[in-house]
């Protein structure tokens, strides 16, 4: 389709277009607020079910599970169509709400996130294989800069919505929330969503190797974050050695999960995956760090300490709304380019003014970062939908979120090692705070070059010729 031109905003919520946006944000939401929940509700849980050692896995199994769903969405959509897909998956997410809520053990609570994860990882990742298929092109950056509002939403009102039910009601009801929400989720779904629209005949059979290799990685990922830094390394090189050997073994299998060429730095899909995961191991740097580091140097208390974590969350959404109408195919290059520099120099302006003493530092390379992501992400992610294939644009759109998902795992983790490595548990002095940190930001900013890098490169291949496809006719 050609962008020659430009939808408003309010075209997303004619009556072409609401219900469907509606669906998505919702789909979105669900995933975003579940990110939060297991934080804020979870600790009153563990006073009340005990097993505090299990709480961290909490947010490990969720996560693990959500990738495992979203690898497979594409193939889960393209079997079962995609309302159907949908449904089931969310059924998947309610089992695993009740399940949670009605705990009476950790080990039950455990069983209930990863029936969450797992049912969510497919929601969201058959949601972004849903934008290409509803909406021109025109208005996909809208629809994403939609999706960046509900992630700010989510940043600030999640946990805050979470703590008052906890403390109000109780830590189920922040479980029991979630009810009426995939409820009205699967209503909608029900009469809105395309129904069936797999390839008569095909049966890809169930690709239990590659999830569960995929899953497996992902797992040691996570738990190289709580190792201490040797143990971690050996933890970390394990789980490459699984990734990798997941792409590669889908890459020969006769039906993929992963679009075709993915992650290999020779077309635009390929490098542009790159840096969809990319971006987030270097974002995750000050993310996992930035609000305990503020209240260890500079004595704030959370609520001020999340605010400034908080910063980065409102400059992506603001920063993805600002830049939704560029038309120009130059510009949007501009756009994918700059966003990896912004982050790089957030990360060196994040650690520059935390060395300084400098909150107001830090204010500005906050914003940076955010924007970062919010000016290039949308874009990136429209270029790689258009440069695949219509046999590929499902899984290139489902890989998107599980992609970016695995990001913040490993940068998480990275993060951790290099944080451990450095002596940050055990710093207690001002002085020994800075020289910890300083790696730890140091590779968040090296990360987030690679991914300027790797957008250098993808944006190069959109300069030889038009996209390979179109997306839905107007």
Known sequence: MSDSTSGSWAEIFTPRYATVTLILCLGVALFAFNAFLASVALPTAVQQLGGIALISWALTLYLVFAIMGGAGAA?????????????????????GTLIAANASTMTEVLIGRSFQGLGEGVVAAICFALIPELFPSRLVPKVFGMQAVIWAVAAFGGPVGAGLLTELVSWRAAFLINVPLVLIFATMVMFKVPGRDNVPGLNPGFPGVRLLTIGAGIMLVALAGISTPLVATGLLAVAAILLVGAVALDARSR??????????????????LWVV???????ATSAVYLVLL???????????????????????????????????????????????ALIAIGMAGVLIGLLAGQIVIVLVAQLAIGAGFGISNGYLNLTLMEASSDNDRDRTSALLPTTQSAGNAIGAALAGVAANTAGYASAVTTDAIHLAIIPVFVLGAAVAGLAFVAALRTTSFMTTGATASSFAAE
């Open 75 to 95: 193939l889960l959509k393209q079997r079962l169509g995609s309302r159907t897909a949908l449904l089931v998956s969310s059924a998947v997410f309610l089992v």
């Open 277 to 283: 995961l990319l971006m987030p191991i270097a974002g």
């Open 294 to 340: 503020v209240q260890q140097l500079w004595g704030y208390g959370p609520t001020l300490a999340g605010a400034v974590g908080a910063v980065m969350a409102v400059a992506w959404s603001l920063s993805a709304i600002t830049v939704a109408n560029v038309r120009q195919r130059e510009t949007r290059k501009v756009l994918i380019r700059t966003g990896p």
């Open 255 to 272: 039906v993929r999960l992963m679009p075709d060429g993915a992650f290999r730095p020779n077309s635009t899909v390929g490098s542009g």
